[in-house]
């Protein structure tokens, strides 16, 4: 069963409610397709999940390591 999906467009991250019973909430307000940065709280139904990005390492940065 799907409840949300994720997608990335234009460089920007969107959480998009697939119809779902209990709805998809994004710092505990109800979305249907809302933009999401780094930080914010996805919840699905009884669950609260942390939305995290990560920026990879550049070459320059890895061999610095």
Same mark, same amino acid.
């Given at each position: 069963?799907?409840?949300?999906?994720? $997608? %990335? +467009? &234009?460089?920007? %991250?969107? =959480?998009?409610?697939?119809? @779902?019973?209990?709805? #998809?909430? *994004?710092?505990?307000? $109800? =979305?249907?397709? !809302? !933009?999401? *940065? &780094?930080?914010? #709280? =996805?919840? %699905?139904?009884?669950?609260? *999940?942390? %939305?995290? *990005?990560?920026?990879? +390492? #550049?070459? $320059? $940065? =890895? @061999?610095? &390591?």
């Amino acid at each position: 069963r799907r409840h949300a999906a994720l $997608e %990335f +467009k &234009d460089l920007k %991250f969107y =959480i998009i409610d697939t119809n @779902s019973i209990n709805g #998809t909430k *994004v710092n505990y307000k $109800e =979305i249907k397709n !809302m !933009m999401i *940065v &780094d930080g914010d #709280t =996805i919840s %699905f139904g009884e669950y609260d *999940v942390i %939305f995290k *990005v990560y920026k990879p +390492k #550049t070459l $320059e $940065e =890895i @061999s610095n &390591d």
